[in-house]
């Protein structure tokens, strides 16, 4: 997943997946956005106190290493 200091999230599958995705949240009359909100707000609860946020950078663990 493709990290940024905007709002959004991009997520690469493949395409037959994405395809059965939208077919199924169109099918329960939700977006891939709203899906997500409602997955988020209920898995990050149970990660209560073992989720580090850095308002500047991410931890050295997801950091690209630069070539030198």
Not at 3 to 12: D, K, N, Q
């Amino acid at each position: 997943m493709s990290r940024g200091p905007s709002g959004i999230s991009v997520v690469e599958v493949e395409s037959e997946l994405k395809k059965v995705l939208y077919a199924a949240l169109r099918l329960d009359r939700t977006t891939h956005s709203d899906w997500f909100r409602k997955r988020d707000e209920a898995y990050l609860p149970t990660r209560q106190g073992s989720v580090h946020v850095a308002a500047e950078a991410p931890p050295p663990s997801c950091q690209k290493r630069r070539l030198e």
